[in-house]
């Protein structure tokens, strides 16, 4: 089955080093097929994170044409929450241009009953939203998070929170649509997390498993090798 | 046409690489539309596998001679190709539940695809340098739509270690394992 020489083991050995270089400079390393999602900016970090980046923040400025408020989406700087706007979205009442700001809330409430896994967004515009045409909202989540079954919003973070109408969009993000502004947070409620991810590859279950790969392969090989040396 | 295929080597390697990056972009397109993730997997992977088909077992580096020692050796790539996720610090990506299996059939798809049939195809053409370096070749372009371009000199290491390995064993079961080893956890 395998060649013979001390060749073909060198340049493996060789191929597995460089792939670790490799591997190295990049996070995890070969990951393959799904694309790594970027990596989500927490508020609040869970302890599997590692090094986080605050969140940003987003400012808009839409045009009045006519009476009739520009379509365009307003998103923070790291894409964490775009929200896209219809013509006519805003009740102008004369205004010439309709500010939107997208801030992120420096704290992570903990609303009884519900589990959030993005940060807390602040979205407020200069003129209310026109409640016929209804702004999309859409929401990244982090894959170290499980999936959120609802984007949830209030007008104030510490008060009553919402669930709104949600569907799942592109990989790891969730969609909405909302004709008030206010605050917006993905979750789940905590009766009912969701059955969610296989946590292999995650804190300390990696390293677990890859030391269980390495003895399963030191005892293998060992009958392996006497029941060749026998040969 | 068909004829010339079969007798020209380097035509036929060629046919190969372009129908898996057409299956592999197409693959990586689709699955970036909402919902279509895992079909676009399984499907794209069950494209890859079917290019197989036809393509004697012993050409593609598969068989059950030293059965347990091509076992061993997928342990071991798997272990090669998490080592550097399982010592780094901080967060490696979770793999959610409803893509385990895309994962898998992605994995063999793309082994049988890449180290199978384009490798056998390739050797035949130009000896085992240019299947060594054209399946590593072929390989990273097939992930420059699905991957950022910071990861594809990862991608690249991991399809040359493959290669070599489909080269110095003469064994495609030993990439199967480790590919679908490393897919699952990352």
Redesign the interface.
């Known amino acids: 089955?395998?060649?013979k020489g001390t060749r073909?083991?060198a340049?493996?050995a060789l191929?597995?080093v460089?792939?670790?270089?490799?591997?190295?400079?990049?996070?995890?390393?070969?990951?393959?097929?799904?694309?790594?999602?970027q990596?989500y900016n927490f508020t609040c970090p869970p302890p599997?994170?590692?090094?986080n980046n605050k969140p940003a923040s987003g400012h808009l400025d839409i045009k009045v044409i006519g009476g009739v408020s520009d379509a365009n989406s307003a998103f923070t700087e790291d894409g964490q929450i775009v929200i896209g706007f219809l013509p006519g979205a805003f009740v102008v009442d004369g205004k010439t241009t309709i500010a939107v700001d997208i801030t992120p809330l420096a704290t992570c409430p903990k609303p009884s009953g519900i589990r959030f896994v993005t940060n807390i967004y602040q979205v407020t515009a200069s003129a209310p939203l026109n409640p016929d045409k209804p702004a999309n909202l859409v929401l990244r989540y982090s894959?170290?998070e499980p999936?959120p079954s609802k984007v949830y919003q209030a007008s104030d973070p510490n008060g009553a929170w919402a669930p709104l109408t949600s569907q799942?969009?592109?990989?790891y993000?969730i969609e909405t649509r909302t004709t008030t502004f206010g605050y917006f947070g993905a979750g789940y409620p905590s009766s009912s997390p969701p059955?969610?991810?296989?946590?292999?590859?995650?804190g300390q279950i990696?390293?677990i498993?890859?030391?269980a790969?390495?003895v399963?392969?030191v005892l293998?090989?060992l009958p392996?090798a006497v029941m060749r040396r026998r040969r | 046409m068909i004829s010339a295929v079969r007798f020209r080597p380097a035509l036929r390697a060629g046919l190969v690489a372009i129908a898996v990056l057409l299956v592999e972009w197409s693959r990586a397109l689709v699955a970036q539309q909402p919902g279509l993730t895992v079909a676009a997997l399984v499907l794209g992977g069950c494209a890859l596998t079917a290019m197989a088909v036809g393509w004697p077992a012993e050409r593609l580096g598969l068989g059950t001679s030293r059965f347990g020692l091509r076992i061993l050796g997928g342990l071991a790539l798997g272990v090669v190709l998490l080592l550097p996720a399982a010592v780094r610090p901080g967060a490696a990506p979770l793999l959610p539940a409803g893509l385990a299996i895309a994962a898998v059939v992605v994995s063999i798809g793309e082994e049988l695809a890449f180290r199978g049939v384009l490798y056998a195809a390739l050797e035949e053409s130009g000896g085992a340098p240019l299947a060594i370096g054209g399946t590593t070749l072929v390989w990273t372009v097939a992930h420059a739509l699905s991957h950022p371009p910071e990861f594809l000199g990862a991608a690249a290491a991991a399809g040359l270690l493959l290669a070599l390995w489909r080269w110095a064993c003469r064994d495609l079961v030993a990439p199967v394992i480790g590919h679908v080893i490393a897919d699952l956890a990352l």
Do not use: C, E, H, K
């Open positions: 089955m395998t060649r073909p083991a340049l493996l191929a597995a460089l792939y670790a270089v490799a591997a190295w400079t990049v996070a995890p390393g070969f990951y393959d097929g799904f694309g790594p999602p990596a599997q994170a590692g090094a894959n170290l999936d799942p969009g592109q990989p993000t059955t969610g991810s296989i946590q292999v590859g995650g990696l390293p498993v890859v030391a790969l390495i399963m392969v293998a090989g392996l």
